[in-house]
C-alpha cells in the first residue's frame, strides 16, 4: 500500500490512488481530528471520515470478483492496511486460544515496533491531520479485545507527542 513516501489510498470516487502528501487542499489542519474505531458490519456514517481497514483477512460478505480491487463497494474503503493487522502467527495462537489477553498485546505491540508498521503509523498521524480516521475490523465496537483499539491508541499517542513537540517548540 505504500510508495515509499506515504500511504497509498484508494479514492473510489476518483478511482485513482493518491499519497499523503497530495492531499494538501483536503486539510483540515487546526481542526481537532479524531481516530475512531468501528466494526466493518457497523452502518457507514459521513462522521466516520476516512474509513481504513486494519485486519488481515476480508470476510466473503465484502468481497467482490466483479471490481478490481476485489473489495465490495459495500465496504466503502478509503484504505486497507494489512501490515496493521496482527501478524498471521499472532492471529491465529489468538483464534486457537494458545494465548492469553495479555500476551497478545504485548505480541502485537512489539509487532508494530518493526520498521513497516512504525512508517506507516506515522503515516496516519500525518493523514489525521487532514481529518478523522476511522479504524475497521470485523470485531465488534463493544470488544475491547481487538487490535484495533490498541492500534487507536498508538496514533492517539504519537498525535499527542507530536502536539506536544510543536507546542514546545522541541
Not at 9 to 31: F, M, P, Q, Y
Not at 75 to 100: F, N
Not at 106 to 127: C, G, H, K
Request: charged residues 20%.
Amino acid at each position: 500500500l505504500s510508495d515509499g513516501t506515504g500511504i497509498v489510498l484508494h479514492n473510489r470516487v476518483a478511482k485513482r490512488s493518491v499519497c499523503v502528501h497530495e492531499l494538501r487542499e483536503e486539510s483540515t489542519l487546526g481542526e481537532i481530528t479524531m481516530i475512531k474505531t468501528k466494526s466493518i458490519y457497523e452502518p457507514i456514517s459521513s462522521e466516520d471520515g476516512k474509513r481504513v481497514l486494519v485486519m488481515r483477512w476480508l470476510p466473503k460478505q465484502f468481497m467482490d470478483a466483479n471490481v478490481t480491487s476485489g473489495i465490495s463497494d459495500a465496504l466503502v474503503l478509503y484504505a486497507w492496511i494489512i501490515e496493521l493487522s496482527p501478524s498471521v502467527v499472532l492471529l491465529t495462537a489468538w483464534q486457537c486460544g494458545k494465548i492469553l489477553w495479555p500476551r497478545f498485546i504485548s505480541m502485537y505491540l512489539e509487532e508494530m515496533t518493526l520498521p513497516t508498521p512504525v512508517r506507516l503509523i506515522n503515516d496516519l498521524v500525518a493523514l489525521a491531520a487532514y481529518g478523522d480516521i476511522t479504524l475497521l475490523c470485523a470485531e465488534a465496537e463493544q470488544n475491547p479485545r481487538c487490535h484495533r483499539h490498541l492500534l487507536k491508541k498508538l496514533i492517539d499517542d504519537q498525535i499527542a507527542a507530536a502536539a506536544h513537540h510543536a507546542l514546545s517548540g522541541e
